[in-house]
Nanobody, 127 residues
């Protein structure tokens, strides 16, 4: 059974930082493309970042220089370090896994473009 469980969300003031984690079971993240996707209130889903099987990363323009995606293969856990947070970063953040495309060819905009995703963790940034 595949499970992705996000944690680390919360409320923070603009300029603050949060670190999201995604504990994965049933999928070996070193043999998958892993991503973070977010959906804000009354907004379309947006692909935030991806990391491929060998650690190469892709980011949305809106978060470049502020967010960093990483993973710990030994712990089978995915991370998203978010710095300099802005109110527009407010969203539900989901982690997801693509076990067919290990190279993260395209930054996926929707968690349903992956095979597996978690329930999400809420991030709220106040001004």
């Amino acid at each position: 059974q595949v499970q992705l469980v996000e944690s680390g969300g919360g409320s923070v003031q603009a300029g603050g930082s949060l670190r999201l984690s995604c504990a994965v079971s049933g999928v070996t993240i070193s043999r998958a493309c892993m991503g973070w996707i977010r959906q804000g209130p009354q907004k379309e889903s947006e692909g935030v970042a991806m990391i491929d099987s060998v650690g190469r990363q892709r980011y949305a323009d809106s978060v470049k220089g502020r967010f960093t995606i990483s993973k710990d293969n030994a712990k089978n856990t995915l991370y998203l370090q978010m710095n300099s947070l802005k109110p527009e970063d407010t969203a539900m953040y989901y982690c997801a896994a693509d076990v067919f495309d290990w190279t993260c060819t395209v930054l996926k905009a929707d968690r349903r473009e992956y095979q597996y995703w978690g329930q999400g963790t809420q991030v709220t940034v106040s001004s």
